[in-house]
């Protein structure tokens, strides 16, 4: 067949399986979005309120679904509004493919109306990008992009098409998407890599499981909860980890770091093995890097090689898809018992439960609800910030996918979009996204998307009028100046809710949110719980920055 170039691009899209668009239309992308326009039966495009909630849509709609989001935007500013959404994805190895317009090839170097060399700049934050200045190189290009963010370990992958490659015409013949082996890379899993890790479990008398975002990326559940069986150890994990193990499992301890539980942080730091499967070992896990988990060897299993020896020098590493690494392990380890070392890892998180105080709206109470209100089944989008750390504290995570969240980057801003995009994928799931009401006026215009879209998505703004982990951090360590942290404007988030088609409804106790909250899963619409909470409430436990992970700051050291 002999088709345009933005014909070229909807056939290769509809090749690779997307029904779903998130974009915003300009001047360089006319021609696509036209051609969309012929095939809105096979492709939905959700249109957002700017280009970084599209951006932030793929994302969430990627880890949401496991496919691949894609997201559009126009040439010049179009283009580098999806900047912030692209490095969020890359740091957090999610799979999108951003699609943008640029000004026509003659046109290209010449400081041009919206012109802007997105490839350069989007060069650090992506997997791979791509120019297309040729119309026989278009069709490869696009799937040779959803290979590469797909495979190995997943990322963002940017392709910047000229406005006249649209237009040109070339021939295309239909190419069935390539079924894409996940998590593989170059280097194969050696038996005696294998063995050699058999052999650290076995000696091993005080493991611990420490489980990343890796894990989550290759479907590895079910492989890891028969591994975490067989070595019967204790497990925690990050941010980016929740749901790779049962949260409800009486072997999970919680989150490491931080913010994490003090029977994570002290069982790693008593043990002998730690075991770290898709972990990057961040900074935030870390604490002290000299004093972490000093007393144990480390055994790490992770799809990048980069990521080995790192942050954290490891005793012995297997390079590979983690799930095919625990599969064979499973297959060559023989039952381990450690009845003792769990009673103690067990006795640990009785000792140390997070607390809810009983009176008054609190932001750990609001997670705790939601979740019993739910049933631990919903999507669960965040911000960033004091309400990201309760989330991740107060809902347990049943299974992969369910937490969607800026780790890497921290992306104030990113929850909204990404609950429309989870939303999208998932028609049938309860999303909620927890904000703060810092990080929801940064992109609270997409409530106007998911109003548009008629997504029944709930948006719970846990309102304490600042900026509340940079106010924790005042507190805690200069000396209360607060510097910039206190949103006192006249800002009715209720009525700027109802502005925008949605419900809208404020909340000062645990009874009315509990009240507003069963009403809001039982609407059709997009629902906002403006909930007033103290400006001084924190998080806790907290280990200082640069601390060793076994010393915690206390609620009543401050």
């Avoid at 709609?61 to 692209?86: D, E, H, M, Q, W």
């Avoid at 021939?171 to 894409?180: A, S």
């Avoid at 200082?544 to 050291?557: H, V």
């Amino acid at each position: 067949m002999l088709l345009s170039g933005s014909e070229i691009i909807i056939e290769c899209l509809k090749e690779q399986g997307v029904d779903t668009v998130f974009g915003y239309p300009g001047g360089a992308i006319l021609n696509l979005y036209d051609e969309l326009y012929k095939h809105s039966d096979e492709i939905h495009h959700v249109l957002t309120s700017h280009e970084q909630g599209a951006a932030h849509a793929a994302d969430g709609y990627a880890r949401a679904t496991g496919k691949v989001g894609v997201c559009f935007a126009t040439s010049g500013p179009g283009a580098t509004n999806l900047v912030t959404g692209i490095a969020t994805a890359h740091m957090d190895s999610v799979p999108i493919v951003a699609l943008t317009c640029n000004v026509t090839l003659p046109l290209l170097g010449k400081d041009s109306f919206q012109e802007i060399d997105i490839a350069g700049i989007t060069m650090p934050i992506t997997k791979h990008n791509f120019i297309v200045k040729d119309i026989s190189d278009l069709a490869e290009t696009i799937r040779r992009a959803f290979l590469i963010a797909k495979s190995g370990r997943p990322g963002p992958v940017l392709i910047d098409v000229p406005k006249d490659i649209t237009a040109l015409t070339n021939k295309y013949e239909y190419m069935p998407m390539k079924p894409i082996p996940a998590g593989r890379v170059k280097k194969d899993i050696t038996e005696d890599a294998l063995k050699e890790a058999v052999k650290l479990i076995k000696k091993s008398k005080k493991p611990v499981i420490f489980v990343g975002g890796g894990a989550v990326l290759a479907n590895a559940s079910k492989d890891l909860k028969k591994f975490v069986d067989l070595v019967d150890a204790p497990v925690c994990d990050t941010l980016m980890g929740k749901g790779a193990f049962n949260g409800t499992d009486e072997r999970y301890l919680g989150m490491l770091g931080m913010h994490g539980s003090k029977a994570s942080n002290l069982s790693v730091s008593d043990c002998d093995l730690l075991i770290a499967i898709g972990t990057r070992f961040s900074d935030r896990v870390l604490g002290n890097p000299e004093k972490f988990a000093s007393k144990a060897k480390i055994l790490q299993f992770d799809v990048d090689p980069a990521e080995i020896n790192k942050n954290i020098m490891t005793d012995h590493a297997i390079i590979g898809d983690v799930k095919e690494t625990l599969s064979r392990i499973n297959k060559i380890l023989d039952q381990q018992e450690h009845a003792s070392w769990m009673k103690n890892a067990k006795e640990l998180a009785e000792k140390y439960p997070l607390t809810i105080h009983k009176e008054g709206l609190s932001g750990p109470y609001i997670v705790a609800e939601a979740y019993r209100q739910t049933k631990g089944d919903a999507i669960i989008a965040t911000e960033v910030g004091q309400h990201q750390m309760w989330a991740a504290q107060f809902y347990k995570y049943k299974k992969p996918h369910q937490l969607l969240t800026s780790g890497g980057l921290g992306t104030m801003g990113y929850g909204l979009g990404a609950a429309i995009g989870a939303k999208t994928g998932n028609p049938d799931k309860t999303v909620i996204n927890i904000a703060g009401d810092g990080c929801f006026r940064m992109n609270m215009n997409e409530l106007a998307t998911a109003s548009r879209e008629k997504l029944p998505i709930i948006e719970i703004v846990v309102n304490n009028h600042v900026l509340g982990m940079v106010r924790q951090w005042q507190t805690l360590f200069y000396n209360k100046h607060y510097s910039a942290t206190v949103l006192d404007d006249g800002v009715d988030y209720v009525k700027l809710a109802e502005a925008m088609g949605c419900t809208g409804v404020r909340v000062t106790t645990q009874e009315e949110f509990s009240g507003a909250l069963s009403e809001a899963l039982r609407s059709d619409k997009p629902v906002l719980i403006d909930c007033i909470i103290d400006s001084d409430e924190k998080v806790w436990p907290m280990v200082a920055p640069g601390a060793p992970i076994n010393e915690f700051f206390k609620e009543s050291d401050v």
